[in-house]
């Protein structure tokens, strides 16, 4: 019996084999939605290239206080600019400046610059409350469509990952040698405000998964050594708090994988993407190195490349890779097929031809 989108998702989460491979992306881009799919939203995307869907919505209202003034100067409205944002707070002040164009943003100044920023984060940043009605009638417009994805409070989902958004990747790396305890001590304060995120906001919440992680956890970033330190604990506390309240986990790491699969294994998450090939900055050449780790003990979320097959390919090519990836990662179940990360050039054909090649891949 054919299944529902979100009945196929659902089964491969929890590990099992559901009537074909469920196949998705990661995340719809603007610019893509826009320039190559005629202005279509993120659901309707979904339906018209006849992929199942996985919808990430994270409406937050944010909480005004006296002690947290933000006020933003520059350009926000034009195609390719920067603006500034200025943090004012009982004792001191805290400035990021970001660069964006139509197709993304980034950081060019990084909020925490000096060691005792980290306390007026502590002290005075105010704790979003997730806006659960808004949350809720996304659930109920994806409806059989495929699942809803949401996130924790912070610019990442992992306490190291935001942290490095926060202070900078490189600088955060040469923190860990240089002054480890300030490190914890930063880390640990991101932890405590997203578990108390977790307990206020997503308790009660409708959605399917949690994105938890980011891409600075990954092995071509830092070493397994500094991910098992500075990674590991802070990971297992998240996925622990998620589990409590009823919620599976998706541990996202873009990039390498291949040589921290076993602490991955061990921070408690449901799920581990992206799978990423060499062509989109991972190391996983033999789906077979992950499979053998994960298969029956977590869900597997990923693998396509979206810059190489999905975008360059033709339609064999699509094919081929499809098979390639359902053989090696999806032949007992827990596997939903999607596009490694985000892309913002692939033609709409190649989407459709990805879509109906993971059809023909039945359990």
């Not at 105010?126 to 659930?139: G, R």
């Not at 995120?197 to 397994?224: C, M, R, W």
């Amino acid at each position: 019996m054919a299944m529902t989108s979100k009945e196929r998702m659902l089964a491969a989460l929890n590990l099992g084999k559901p009537d074909r491979l469920p196949a998705t992306i990661h995340q719809w881009q603007p610019y893509h939605l826009k320039y190559f799919m005629n202005g279509a939203s993120d659901i309707e995307a979904f339906v018209e290239v006849g992929l199942d869907a996985a919808i990430t919505r994270f409406p937050i209202q944010e909480q005004k206080s006296s002690n947290w003034r933000i006020s933003i100067s520059g350009d926000t409205s034009a195609k390719e600019a920067e603006y500034q944002v200025i943090i004012d707070t009982p004792e001191g002040q805290l400035s990021q400046k970001i660069g964006y164009n139509e197709v993304t943003s980034w950081t060019i100044e990084h909020l925490i610059k000096r060691d005792e920023d980290i306390y007026l984060l502590k002290k005075y940043r105010p704790i979003p409350v997730l806006d659960k009605k808004e949350l809720e009638k996304a659930y109920d417009e994806i409806g059989d469509k495929g699942i809803l994805r949401t996130f924790v409070f912070g610019m990442q989902g992992g306490c190291w990952q935001d942290a490095c958004e926060l202070y900078g990747t490189e600088q955060l790396i040469f923190a860990s040698y240089d002054k480890p305890e300030w490190v914890h001590e930063f880390l640990s304060i991101l932890l405590e405000q997203k578990l108390t995120f977790i307990d206020q906001s997503l308790k009660g919440a409708k959605a399917d998964l949690i994105e938890t992680g980011g891409g600075a956890s990954s092995n071509n970033v830092i070493s397994p050594s500094l991910h098992e330190e500075f990674c590991l604990p802070y990971d297992k506390k998240i996925h622990e708090a998620l589990r409590s309240i009823g919620f599976p986990s998706v541990y996202h790491t873009c990039g390498g994988m291949t040589k921290i699969l076993d602490l991955i294994l061990q921070n408690g998450c449901d799920a581990s993407e992206t799978l990423s090939p060499v062509g989109v900055g991972g190391d996983i050449t033999d789906p077979s190195v992950v499979f053998n780790k994960f298969t029956g003990k977590i869900a597997m979320i990923g693998g396509m490349d979206q810059f190489n097959i999905l975008t360059d390919g033709n339609k064999d090519a699509i094919e081929n890779e499809v098979m390639r990836l359902f053989e090696g990662f999806g032949k007992n179940g827990g596997y939903i097929m999607s596009a490694s990360d985000h892309f913002f050039h692939a033609p709409k054909e190649n989407l459709i031809a990805y879509a109906n090649a993971a059809k023909k891949c039945v359990y």
